[in-house]
């Protein structure tokens, strides 16, 4: 399903339930020993998810351990983002030859709690969605496409970056574009202005996702 939105260099495996032969290795497992039940098991389907993509790329697979703010520690020759919710898991993974980062992130397709909308919307985002379609929970939407945002940033950057630090728009063709509202880092001699994604309603879920290409 989430392949739909990928460019064919990026590798994606997702699943809807959690498979009994998915395992983690000793020290991923000591990073969630803690941890309620429902956070290991996704924890673990989503890493066996990692593990799958990672074979179809030809490449061994390291643990993926969390590290600054909780971001996957994924091989230098590895892009990669992984995503979990309710009833949906998935990874996606590329070569760093292939692309620069990738963010990916799915959701519910339901409206946001009360009040979220406000905590993580700009009030030109929120005029923007309220011009768009009634079909689609444009505000779960947002959230997701600010959170495939984010995975796709901290990578190259190692920085965090606020809700409020980009502003985003869609489009019903199934694009989105987010515009950076803080300095972006050079790359190849330009500075990253924003990103480019794809967004996807199936199935009862919200998916978007960012692949960041070299220039």
Same mark, same amino acid.
């Given at each position: 399903?989430? *392949? ?8 994606? @495996? ?45 490449? &061994? ?39 620069? #980062? ?5 959701? &519910? ?17 929120? *005029?923007? /969605?309220?011009? /768009? ?10 959230? #997701?496409?600010?959170?495939? @945002? ?16 980009? #502003? ?18 050079? /790359? ?12 996807? @309603? ?14």
């Amino acid at each position: 399903m989430i *392949d739909r939105i990928l460019p064919a260099k990026a590798v994606a @495996v997702e699943a809807f339930e959690d498979p009994p032969e998915a395992v983690l290795l000793p020290v991923e497992a000591a990073a969630v020993a803690k941890a309620v039940a429902n956070r290991r098991r996704e924890f673990t389907t989503v890493r066996h998810c990692a593990r799958l993509a990672m074979a179809k790329l030809g490449v &061994p697979y390291v643990p993926l351990v969390p590290g600054e703010r909780g971001a996957p520690s994924w091989p230098s020759t590895v892009v990669g983002s992984m995503t979990h919710c309710a009833g949906y898991r998935a990874a996606v993974v590329a070569h760093a030859t292939e692309l620069r #980062s990738v963010g990916v992130d799915a959701e &519910p397709h339901g409206p946001l709690p009360d009040g979220v909308l406000d905590a993580v919307s700009l009030p030109a985002e929120r *005029d923007h /969605l309220a011009g /768009l379609p009634s079909s689609v929970h444009w505000d779960r939407l947002l959230f #997701s496409a600010k959170e495939s @945002v984010y995975k796709a940033w901290f990578p190259i950057t190692q920085r965090w970056l606020g809700f409020e630090e980009a #502003s985003l728009e869609f489009a019903t063709d199934g694009t989105f574009s987010a515009r950076l509202l803080v300095p972006g880092p050079v /790359l190849d001699g330009v500075e990253l202005r924003g990103f480019e994604g794809r967004w996807l @309603v199936e199935d009862g879920f919200v998916l978007t996702a960012i692949a960041v290409p070299f220039a």
